[in-house]
């Protein structure tokens, strides 16, 4: 079974450029989340959904940050323009919904690394 | 915001002995994960431990949870290089409902294993 596949795998730009990231998460994963990890640091999250619904979307910042999932499968964060604090590791992972109170792994995918210049 | 608090931050220690993981966090839990990093990689999932439980092996590894203590310790058996890598705790929130979740890390301890 594939796992969560991202790319690019590595960008480097220049600040003030705009950049894409694209996911494509497990085949049957209805939820699907953006994780940034700082140098250093844990994941944080961007934002979650649920199919094609952000369900949690709280720690995006949305005047430079946006985030589609069309088709509820592929997903793409844009940040326009990019800052040199987005230098980052950006963390696709993918899981399937569940309806019991015992919650089920979360995968992630190798991560795309941002570096900005 | 991070709820899990690894300790150490780093750690290095001699190919053949154990190393020891621990994971502190504040809030209500329903379970808890241990993830790998391997440089330059992706997170991998070790293992999974739910609020309701104690203790939980997997090969090499094992895992305690003490809900009361709000903390988690991870234990490498007979540790080889390849091991070396970050490992990051995560919690699951507890509330019981229904759907997806997010899961919160630490910032994760960087183990060394010296050949």
């Known amino acids: 079974e594939a796992g969560v596949v991202q790319s690019p795998r590595y960008k480097i730009i220049e600040k003030k450029q705009p950049v894409a990231f694209w996911c494509n998460p497990i085949?049957?994963?209805?939820?699907l989340y953006w994780y940034r990890q700082n140098l250093g640091q844990g994941p944080e999250l961007l934002i979650r959904?649920?199919?094609?619904?952000?369900?949690?979307d709280s720690q995006l910042p949305k005047d430079r940050f946006s985030a589609e999932r069309l088709k509820g499968v592929d997903s793409t964060l844009k940040i326009q323009p990019a800052e040199l604090g987005d230098s980052a590791v950006y963390l696709c992972?993918?899981?399937?919904?569940?309806?019991?109170?015992?919650?089920?792994?979360?995968?992630f995918g190798e991560g795309s690394w941002l570096t900005v210049v | 915001s991070q709820q899990g608090e690894e300790d150490p931050q780093a750690l290095s220690i001699q190919e053949g002995e154990n190393a020891t993981m621990n994971c502190s966090y504040k809030t209500s839990i329903n379970n808890l994960q241990w993830y790998r990093q391997n440089s330059g990689r992706g997170l991998v999932h070790l293992i999974l431990i739910r609020s309701n439980e104690r203790e939980k092996h997997s090969g090499r590894l094992r895992v305690t949870l003490d809900t009361s203590k709000k903390s988690s310790s991870l234990l490498i058996t007979a540790s080889r290089a390849a091991d070396t890598a970050s490992y990051f705790c995560?919690?699951?929130?507890?509330?019981?409902?229904?759907?997806?979740?997010?899961?919160?890390f630490g910032k994760g301890t960087k183990l060394s294993v010296i050949p």
């Open positions: 995560a919690t699951a929130p507890g509330y019981s409902g229904a759907g997806s979740y997010q899961l919160t």
């Open positions: 085949s049957g994963h209805n939820t």
């Open positions: 992972a993918s899981s399937t919904w569940v309806t019991d109170p015992i919650r089920n792994t979360i995968y």
């Open positions: 959904y649920e199919n094609e619904e952000a369900v949690d």
